[in-house]
């Protein structure tokens, strides 16, 4: 995998209505994201809606965002910082998610 290659993190997540907000997770990881060169293209919101053209999703509470870094290296060394970390479980205590990446 190239160094200089875009890489693109798709993130899925089961967001019932009801269910705890991720604002505090989102409004923290913004700028760690962006300090690493991410730029935000889908943020899955609670009134995102997803049409499921081929195949199978999560389910109508699924929702999805999709976070473009300069690189894997970028990504990677966002998602393994200690200010990442340090966040993380305001996602992590209260949905599970799906972290999948895409090279450009």
């Not at 967001?15 to 505090?24: E, I, N, R, V, Y």
């Not at 081929?54 to 998602?79: I, R, Y």
Request: aromatic letters at 6%; hydrophobic letters at 40%.
């Amino acid at each position: 995998m190239s160094q200089h290659k875009p890489a693109y993190l798709v993130a899925s997540i089961e967001l019932p209505q009801g269910h705890a907000s991720l604002a505090d997770y989102a409004q923290a990881a913004m700028p760690i994201f962006k300090a690493h060169g991410a730029e935000v293209l889908v943020a899955g919101t609670s009134d995102q809606s997803v049409e499921v053209l081929e195949g199978n999703w999560l389910g109508s509470d699924a929702k999805l965002s999709l976070v473009k870094f300069p690189s894997m290296q970028h990504l990677k060394t966002c998602l393994n910082s200690d200010e990442y970390l340090t966040i993380k479980h305001l996602r992590t205590d209260i949905v599970d998610s799906n972290f999948s990446v895409a090279i450009d």
